[in-house]
């Protein structure tokens, strides 16, 4: 059965610290990854779509990275406006399979 | 101009009532979906329609009944409401089916009382 999983479950930061986060999965023909990230109250906000290992995006402080068996959403020089859940999700036929999240915390 | 909208945002109400939530999307999409984000955060997919033909039905009881009236809407009814629907509803469009990203409404946050 594809599964996702995400580590660590929740993340505290000092504004500046870098840090990374991680998503494994198991799926039969990887077609994607996605990275979310949900604020309280709010539907996830989508990031970044991964398709082949070896791929890379970027966006102002993050960094989301994929090899065959996981992803890593690298977040550089966080500030607090960066807390929030990150969610990643793979696709599974017509549907998303998503992970568990990591809740961010970065304190100034 | 927000791009998929859902109401109510928050819908309290008593077991055993039969409720509604609307959800709309202006993005010419062709993929609707609801999710269900429980107490631990995990987002679960429970319907999904392709320009108004269900594609997507995983094992939820048959209280709840989407209902597409055309692709742009996506509506969830549910009936004889059980403590155990209390959770996040959302909705969610893509422009096709697959691997293709989502984009989310703010939910509904539904309480059984």
């Known amino acids: 059965e594809d599964q996702v999983t995400q580590s660590p479950e929740a993340l505290r930061l000092q504004e500046g610290e870098s840090s990374s986060l991680n998503c494994s999965y198991t799926v039969s023909g990887l077609r994607g990854l996605f990275w979310y990230r949900q604020d309280p109250g709010k539907g996830p906000e989508f990031l970044f779509t991964?398709?082949?290992a070896g791929e890379e995006k970027e966006k102002e402080r993050l960094k989301a990275t994929l090899t065959k068996k996981e992803s890593f959403l690298h977040i550089t020089a966080p500030k607090p406006e960066d807390s929030a859940t990150y969610l990643c999700?793979?696709?599974?036929?017509?549907?998303?399979?998503f992970g568990t999240g990591t809740r961010l915390q970065v304190f100034p | 101009d927000t791009a998929v909208s859902q109401t109510p945002k928050y819908l309290v109400t008593q077991m055993g009532n039969d409720k509604s939530i609307k959800c709309e999307q202006n993005l010419g999409h062709d993929t609707m979906y609801w999710y269900k984000q429980d107490s631990k955060k995990f987002l679960k997919i429970m319907f999904s329609y392709n320009n108004k033909e269900l594609i997507i039905n995983e094992t939820v009881p048959n209280r709840f009944s989407p209902k597409s009236p055309d692709k742009a809407h996506l509506n969830l009814h549910i009936n004889s409401l059980e403590l155990g629907d209390s959770a996040v509803y959302f909705c969610?469009?893509?422009?096709?089916?697959?691997?293709?990203?989502?984009?989310f409404g703010d939910g509904t946050r539904l309480s059984i009382l």
């Open positions: 969610a469009s893509s422009p096709g089916t697959g691997e293709q990203p989502q984009h």
């Open positions: 991964l398709y082949s």
């Open positions: 999700a793979v696709p599974n036929t017509d549907k998303l399979i």
